[in-house]
């Protein structure tokens, strides 16, 4: 038995896509007619290698942020939603994407609401997606929402796309010097270390320190000390997803020096501001839109903050009131807070606050790439050179150890 793949067309004329076990093609084909199916293509997939590439599968942002606008257009339209679904369905280009679009149709021709169709897929649709969906369905207004959801999946793709832009460059920069000072220590290093040897004489400190690290690199220790830097990487980055890691690193990012530290704080500012913002224009109840923008904010100190003020709003403080205890959140951010409270326009004073810190981020990362380069260049230079001299000093004295 086999697991196959078909796409056919039911009797509505809708094209239906899925997997069946069966023993050949030509007995699957036979089921699925005998089934009311006209049958277009039977393929063979293999069970082992859908398993393996299963898990590296993913869907990108740009393209949930085309699936919701084409879903919001289509509802908008007058559309019914399982009709929507399978012209997504059909037309999406990422195989992922489209098999959970097929999955979420199906659930919602057996009755299920929307956001709870989708709710079933985490690792595609986030909390603040469904809540926000589920908040359109109870409101009425599903397709206004989901452009709204759209709007905010488009913010958070270009304050990614800006960190990393500012990020790429030194990123690259001190891998090249990396890969560059173990070349020489594996590969030049030892050919003058021979040579000095064959000399003698005592060489100078920066040399000895040259060769004690090529010899370690190039030594039977070199493979143990790779795959221990590799063990500690991986304990590391574990012990970052508990909850003292978490404390660690979020207060550390805050405190980077050289505007870096600044940079995030800010683009953590605008997230939480275009969340919580999107979270109340949606509809979504207060205490639960702070718990989402909390769980979603990418940082320990604002999701604590948030947490805290969570807390005090049930006890019947307003918002803005335990917010100006925490230092992450400035003064001006507060204050236009407590403005919206007071107007009743909290959505458009958090809007007003996404799109400062969003520029912001932007004419950070600028400056952030201007002082950097110089930074690296200094770095790669000492890394480098430092080799270059140390290998070179020896140089001076060749003539003195041969007369």
Sequence with gaps: MGVFAYKARDRQGQVVRDTVEGPDPMSVAAALRSQGLLVIEVKEQGVGQRDILEPFKRVRLGDLVVFTRQLSTMINAGLPIVRALHILEEQTANKKLRD???????????????????????????????????AGEVGG??????????????????????????????????????????????F?????????????GTLPLPTRIAMGISGLLTGPWGLA??????????????WLRTEEGRRFWGRTVLRIPLRI???VRKAVLARFARTLGSLV?????????????????????????LMKSRDAIREGHPLHRPLEGEAVFPPMVTRMIAVGEET???????????????????AAVKALTSIIEPVMIVIVGGIVGGIIISMYLPMFRIFELIE
Excluded: C
Excluded at 155 to 178: G, T
Excluded at 353 to 359: H, L, R
């Design 100 to 134: 959970v679009i097929g999955k979420v149709r199906s659930d919602v021709e057996a009755g299920m609401a929307l956001s709870e169709a989708l709710e079933r897929h985490p690792e595609v649709f986030g909390r603040l997606y469904v809540e926000m969906v589920r």
């Design 141 to 186: 207004v599903l397709d206004r929402v989901l452009l709204r959801v759209a709007s905010q999946l488009e913010k958070d793709q270009e304050l990614r796309r800006k960190i990393k832009s500012a990020l790429a460059y030194p990123a690259v920069v001190l891998v090249a010097a990396v890969l560059a000072a173990a070349f020489m220590l594996i």
């Design 188 to 200: 030049i290093v030892p050919i003058f270390a021979r040579m000095f040897e064959d000399l003698g």
């Design 225 to 238: 000390l790779a795959a221990a830097l590799a063990g500690g990487g991986l304990l590391f980055a574990r």
């Design 261 to 263: 530290g600044e940079t």
């Design 281 to 305: 224009a949606a509809g979504v109840p207060i205490l639960q839109a702070i718990e989402i923008t909390a769980a979603s904010s990418g940082n320990w100190v604002v999701e604590n903050a």
């Design 344 to 362: 009743g326009d909290l959505e458009g004073m958090l809007g007003k606050i996404a799109d400062f810190y969003e520029s912001e981020v932007e």
